[in-house]
């Protein structure tokens, strides 16, 4: 005998209202993640017991309507109207009523099993709401539980509801969203009720459904609505303008509904002070929110600096002991001379340094990213942000993206996701490069401390502010280009829930950016960086002529490098480490100090460079170039995938790295026209 098929349950809701802390207390370690086949949306599945057998539950992306376009919606309804879900829980901001019933009411619709979670109810309760659950449930024909996920709330019930309505028949509900249409376009769907089964009968699936291209019936009943699907479809050939109409008109009488019925159950005791109100006469106004936000960045940005270097010395020095051992063991087990070195001096030490320079800034960076976001402040940068990337024919959520960017340029790429409209989602992930990541921190660092700020540590935070203030306007610049260009279009406008403000959970946010984000990044970063050492250390002993084939590529970038106020050397360290940005100043000092392995780059550093021809004007030039030249590999692997496309993944490589050629060759030109080069 097969299988028992275990009940499915969707999770529905908006963005911020707790779902996923719900998913999470849910399923607690029974969870996976990963993609909607065929799509980039990520998608969360975990079990949970129900009725003391277990159950599956799937974490739907948080969307605010099952009418948008965007590929987070289309995944959601596809899912519960088409998929394999039993019932749906669909999670609502108890605080928020008005605003998120109509995304419920359209689910109740679609699915026959339906539950209505009243999430947050302890923050509505805070600012006065109350809300009556038995009268809703009345209103609304489907069990009303009210929950605070993040306590523990209300969760019992929650399982209860969800039993007593998969024991119970499939109650199909009618919101009377046909009314708005034309009578004879409803005569339509009326026939289209008739070749659906009785179980499934509901307006609303048909309306999904003849604008959805799936065979998801018997083949029998399929040719049926295939030929009726064609009918619906002629209705409107040519009558854009009329479908539009209907589209709008179907949305409003949700709306609607919905008002009345917050109205009926929904009581507010404005004497009670609300904090999220007066927090954000602070964070919402210019005169003081963009000052609030830049500093908050700032203090991010400087912590992360700062405090990557004590761990970052540290694990350094732990591989450099563990490489001992290791190479004691090689020897002891007599193997090869050039095979010790190949490992160690190559893959090894290249691995090493990635870890080393890379995982310290991230595990500083994505908790405090992630926190921002917890507590509510994240979605306010970037509502602050958003008039400037409009402006530049951007996507406002594009600030959110860039932000994460800071942190590792693939995990922004991936983070574009949240951009509905394909073309500004492309513009996104074709700019996001223009921020330096964390593998390109300590380089800019370093040859600030160096060159421009020696003996002035206040220098340093003034040259980190015009670095970043550098590529966001460059970001900025390139996305008003593209918009005007090849991505040209009109900006699309979006929904950003602003939630209110609450008490980070520190455990969950240790685990989500130290696992869902820093781990996963660094895994992609060290598959690059391993097989990047082996190269390295194999271009250092090919012998060429004269030397050997590593400076036979330094010799040929020479007169490029020298345009760009750099050199052969230079350019050959930011093209080796195309793996990693990490290892770009090692492959240099190698270079350098012709020892044909990595080196670290310590209190000699400075001298060294000097040696070899650098000055403040080359500093200069290595910082802009390293705020624009080509992705790392696990960036190009990630807008590969993430755009499903080679030609965009080689204009992502050639854009920053031509406007990184010109900018260098521009300045130093200018440094050689007054005298200062």
């Keep these: 005998m097969g299988e028992e098929k275990r009940p499915c349950i969707a999770l529905a809701g908006n963005p911020n209202t707790g779902k996923s802390t719900l ?85 109740m619709e679609l699915m026959p099993r339906c539950v209505l979670c009243l999430n947050l109810a302890d923050e509505a309760e805070k600012k006065g709401i109350q809300i009556d659950d038995k009268k809703l449930s009345a209103l609304t024909g489907v069990p009303v539980v009210k929950t605070a996920a993040r306590t523990g709330r209300g969760l019992s019930d929650l399982t209860a509801a969800l039993e007593k309505v998969m024991e119970q028949e499939p109650h199909v509900r009618h919101t009377p969203f046909h009314k708005a249409l034309p009578a004879d376009f409803g005569k339509l769907l009326a026939e289209g009720e008739k070749l659906l089964p009785e179980s499934e009968n509901r307006p609303l699936l048909l309306d999904f459904l003849w604008q959805n291209e799936e065979d998801v019936l018997s083949e029998e009943v399929g040719e049926e609505l295939r030929q009726w699907r064609t009918r619906c479809n002629g209705y409107f050939a040519g009558e854009e303008e009329a479908l539009a109409v209907y589209r709008k008109e179907r949305s409003l009488c949700f709306q609607k509904r919905a008002e009345t019925l917050t109205a009926d159950v929904c009581k507010k005791d404005k004497a009670k002070a609300d904090t999220t109100a007066r927090m954000d006469k602070l964070f919402l106004r210019k005169r003081t929110g963009v000052p609030l936000m830049l500093l908050l960045l700032a203090l991010v940005f400087w912590i992360t600096a700062v405090g990557a270097n004590v761990p970052s010395q540290w694990l350094m020095s732990v591989f450099t002991q563990l490489g001992t051992a290791c190479r004691s063991a090689l020897v002891s087990w007599g193997s ?104 390109r921190f300590p380089t800019i660092l370093l040859l600030t401390a160096v060159f421009l700020s020696a003996g002035r540590p206040w220098m340093s935070g003034i040259t980190l502010f015009v ?142 460079l000097a040696a070899n021809g650098w000055t403040w004007t080359t500093a200069v030039c290595a910082i802009l170039f390293s705020l624009n030249h080509f992705p790392c590999a696990t960036t190009l692997l990630t807008i590969r995938k993430e755009t499903g496309s080679r030609k965009w ?26 005298g200062l080069a």
């Design 23 to 107: 998913f999470n207390a849910l399923t607690g370690l029974k969870q996976h993640t990963g993609n909607w086949s065929g799509k980039t949306v990520g998608r969360a599945e975990g079990r949970f017991l129900l009725g003391g057998k277990e159950a599956v539950l799937v974490d739907l992306p948080g969307i605010y309507s099952l009418f948008s376009a965007g590929a987070e919606e289309a995944c959601a309804r596809d899912f519960l109207a088409f998929g394999d879900a039993d019932a749906v829980a669909v999670v609502v901001d108890a605080s928020a009523l008005e605003r998120h019933l109509p995304l419920a009411l359209q689910a």
């Design 336 to 439: 090869p001379v050039w095979l010790e070195s190949l490992l160690m001096d190559g893959v090894f030490l290249t691995v090493s340094w990635v870890v080393s320079v890379m995982l310290p800034p991230m595990a500083i960076f994505f908790p405090m990213f992630t926190l921002l976001e917890d507590c509510g402040l994240l979605p306010r940068i970037a509502f602050q942000l958003d008039g400037l990337f409009r402006r530049a024919g951007a996507h406002g959520k594009q600030a959110l993206t860039l932000c994460m960017g800071f942190g590792c340029n693939a995990a922004g790429v991936t983070a574009c996701r949240i951009i509905d409209s394909p073309r500004e989602r492309l513009i996104a992930i074709l700019t996001n490069n223009f921020v330096p990541c964390n593998g």
């Design 467 to 608: 670095v970043i203030g550098l590529s966001v306007g460059m970001t900025l610049l390139v996305s008003f280009f593209l918009s005007r260009t090849v991505l040209r279009g009109m900006p699309s406008a979006f929904v950003l829930e602003l939630p209110p403000f609450r008490r980070p959970q520190i455990g969950q946010v240790l685990v989500r950016s130290l696992l869902d984000r820093t781990i996963f990044v660094l895994g992609r970063a060290m598959t690059a960086a391993a097989p990047a050492g082996a190269i390295i250390w194999l271009l250092q002993r090919i012998p060429v002529g004269d030397g050997t084939l590593l400076t036979q590529i330094a010799m040929f970038l020479e007169p490029l490098g020298g345009l760009m106020g750099l050199s052969g050397p230079i350019l050959m360290a930011f093209l080796l480490g195309l793996p990693a940005n990490e290892i770009v100043l090692p492959i240099l000092l190698m270079f350098y100090s012709q020892s044909g392995m990595l080196v670290e780059g310590g209190s000699q550093t400075g001298a060294m």
């Design 649 to 674: 993944t080689a204009i992502s490589f050639l854009l920053p790295t031509i406007i990184g050629i010109c900018l260098c060759a521009a300045v130093h030109g200018f440094f050689c026209l007054f």
